[in-house]
């Protein structure tokens, strides 16, 4: 089973700018999707970005033209570029590789009014 970690969670003032990264335990590069999720507190979990292996993305609406993800393959990493970041974007944020259904830990975002 491959591991996922997330870093770069934290706190931010709302129109801020953050950047989380998610490195698995194994090589991503034949991954044929990686997403990111986030959960609210008191809300499901919803997805908020994909990228496929062809560098096709999609992103829930409510993130549309704020945030960007991106995979660097020589570096096996997922990146979630965040920016003019709004309370409404706090959440436990989840890296997922899609095509095995794995999770990783998870982290915090925090944005302050």
């Known amino acids: 089973q491959v591991q996922l970690v997330e870093f770069g969670g934290g706190l931010v003032q709302s129109g801020g700018s953050l950047r989380l990264s998610c490195v698995p335990s194994?090589?991503?590069?034949?991954?044929?999707?990686m997403a990111w999720y986030r959960q609210a507190p008191g809300k499901q979990r919803e997805l908020v970005a994909t990228i496929t292996n062809s560098g096709s993305t999609n992103y829930a609406d409510s993130v549309k033209g704020r945030f960007t993800i991106s995979r660097d393959n020589a570096k096996n990493t997922v990146y979630l570029q965040m920016r003019s970041l709004k309370p409404e974007d706090t959440a436990v944020y989840y890296c997922?590789?899609?095509?095995?259904?794995?999770w990783g830990q998870g982290t915090q975002v925090t944005v302050s009014s």
């Open positions: 194994a090589s991503i590069f034949s991954a044929k999707s």
């Open positions: 997922h590789y899609d095509d095995f259904n794995y």
